[in-house]
């Protein structure tokens, strides 16, 4: 049985490696290595050559590295002119000295390094990326490289406290506009993230990398990120962006959040926005930016779900599947009299235990707090202090439910005070 034997060397001590052929003859001397992108991603699709005819690109399978270290070509004759169209990720060019995404640990990290790995089987050998080294033993490399034989660098190095990333928890940040689609389905990982994290991967990001990775997310994923920035980077994440296509995200934010973005923006900018967006959501974020957003009815939703008094728990289900918003953020159904007003709360727990045709008015909990549009943020929050509120229906000087505060939004209101 053939064993499969694996060999690790570092993409630092490689470079500048003179390849020869089986008699010693010299071709050229590694400048860099291909990378496949997108489904691909990781395996080496050949080492990039200097050669008196220019750029040559040799199969991995084509070269085997010998004991010594040097580098060995099967034949002269796999060398391959570059088009310079390749969907290709340059290691050293591409990757050393850049800033990436660790998908594992959510953070971003600078590469000072690549591992990479020989796959040999009996005379096959293949290359592949294992792992990004971010740590000092890939700087200790590169700082000392040339000043000191490989062997020796390479035993100074092991002893050197190493950080390294594997390969499939890394997410390139590519800068240049024509290579984004190229690595979109890498960026499509993002979307698995907490927006909590994303925002601060966006924050701790130099701008050019902030908007390469901002430009690649869908309008979903994008609106959700934007909700846990601060105003500034808001502004700066945006700035770039036409119209329409702040409109797409700012119509899947939460209209509170999406009043507060445009309140950042210029008057003239805001309404060519607002132009761009659907009737219905552009109508429930102008309604929010007429308030103070100091104000309780500056920080409520207008996203909740209203019933009836009347109303029976099977179309309270009904209207939570009908839902636009999160679904997720509603924890009780309001029962309103012929005026719009407020009379109840029903949980959505005893909704979904409750028989379907059971009222909903039987199962409401009195007494029902509510706050006034006009209030301002800090006596809202003094009432959820006070009654130890999950959230707050606010209404309108004439009794009318207008939206609704939650936790959150307290919470990131007193986090700022701090």
Request: net charge negative; glycine share 6%.
């Amino acid at each position: 049985m053939t064993v499969r034997t694996k060999t690790r060397v570092s993409l630092t001590s490689l470079m500048g490696a003179q390849v020869t052929d089986a008699s010693g003859k010299s071709h050229g001397h590694l400048r860099d290595i291909a990378v496949h992108t997108g489904a691909e991603a990781g395996r080496v699709a050949g080492l990039i050559l200097k050669t008196r005819e220019g750029r040559r690109l040799v199969p991995s399978t084509e070269v085997i590295e010998t004991p010594a270290g040097d580098l060995e070509l099967r034949s002269p004759r796999v060398l391959q002119p570059l088009a310079g169209d390749e969907n290709y990720l340059f290691l050293w060019q591409d990757l050393i000295d850049r800033q990436i995404i660790d998908i594992h640990g959510r953070k971003v990290v600078r590469v000072n390094d690549v591992v990479l790995e020989w796959l040999g089987q009996g005379s096959a050998h293949l290359l592949r990326v294992a792992e990004v080294e971010v740590g000092m033993r890939g700087a200790v490399q590169r700082v000392f490289k040339g000043a000191m034989p490989r062997r020796w660098l390479d035993g100074v190095a092991q002893r050197v406290n190493g950080r390294s990333i594997p390969w499939q928890f890394v997410d390139v940040i590519e800068v240049d506009p024509a290579r984004r689609v190229k690595l979109r389905i890498e960026h499509e990982r993002l979307a698995d993230l907490h927006p909590s994290d994303l925002a601060e991967i966006l924050a701790d990001l130099a701008p050019a990398e902030r908007e390469a990775i901002f430009t690649t997310l869908d309008e979903e994923v994008a609106a959700e990120a934007l909700e846990e920035v601060d105003p500034k980077l808001q502004r700066s994440l945006i700035e770039s962006l036409d119209e329409e296509r702040i409109a797409d995200i700012v119509e899947e934010m939460d209209p509170a959040a999406a009043a507060d973005l445009l309140n950042e923006l210029s008057d003239e900018r805001s309404e060519a926005i607002l132009e761009e967006m659907d009737p219905e959501e552009r109508q429930d974020v102008e309604e929010l930016l007429e308030f103070d957003e100091d104000s309780a009815a500056g920080q409520m939703t207008t996203e909740f779900v209203a019933m009836p008094q009347e109303a029976s728990c099977e179309e309270a289900v009904q209207a939570l599947r009908e839902f636009d918003g999160d679904p997720l953020t509603v924890g009780e159904v309001y029962l309103l009299d012929t005026a719009g007003r407020p009379t109840a709360a029903v949980p959505m727990q005893r909704i979904l235990l409750a028989q379907p045709a059971s009222r909903l008015s039987v199962l409401a909990e009195p007494p029902l707090i509510t706050g006034h549009a006009e209030m301002h943020q800090k006596e809202v929050a003094e009432m959820f202090d006070k009654y130890n509120l999950h959230s707050l229906p606010v209404v309108d000087a004439a009794g009318k439910l207008v939206g609704v505060i939650h936790a959150d939004q307290v919470i990131h209101f007193l986090f700022e005070r701090i």
